[in-house]
Nanobody
Framework: QVQLVESGGGLVQAGDSLRLSCAASGRTFSNYGMGWFRQVPGKEREFVAAISWTATKYYADSVKGRFTISRDDGKNTVYLQLNGLKPEDPAVYYC?????????????????????WGQGTQVTVSS
């Protein structure tokens, strides 16, 4: 069974940085793409970034140039570096793993592409 555990969230000021981590177990991590989504109360889960098993990266327009996704297959961990945090960035951030092994499709923004999710980590930004 796949388990994903996020960490690294917290309270920061606008303009500050955070690094989120997501540790995975129960699957051959290096064979699967990973994604980060975020959600605020009352809104749908929103795509933030994704990285394929070949390390191709995808970003939402709202975070492009500020957030960076990366993966360390040796540590079974995916990271999301959040720089230049803005008042619109606060949310619970979730990591997720692809349903399909060795998937190379580009529809990374679709939540249904992923079959396992972490519990989320809260990011709060004070202005």
């Amino acid at each position: 069974q796949v388990q994903l555990v996020e960490s690294g969230g917290g309270l920061v000021q606008a303009g500050d940085s955070l690094r989120l981590s997501c540790a995975a177990s129960g699957r051959t991590f290096s064979n699967y793409g990973m994604g980060w989504f975020r959600q605020v109360p009352g809104k749908e889960r929103e795509f933030v970034a994704a990285i394929s098993w070949t390390a191709t990266k995808y970003y939402a327009d709202s975070v492009k140039g500020r957030f960076t996704i990366s993966r360390d297959d040796g540590k079974n961990t995916v990271y999301l570096q959040l720089n230049g945090l803005k008042p619109e960035d606060p949310a619970v951030y979730y990591c997720a793993t692809d349903q399909r092994e060795w998937y190379t499709g580009t529809d990374r923004y679709t939540p249904t592409l992923y079959d396992a999710w972490g519990q989320g980590t809260q990011v709060t930004v004070s202005s």
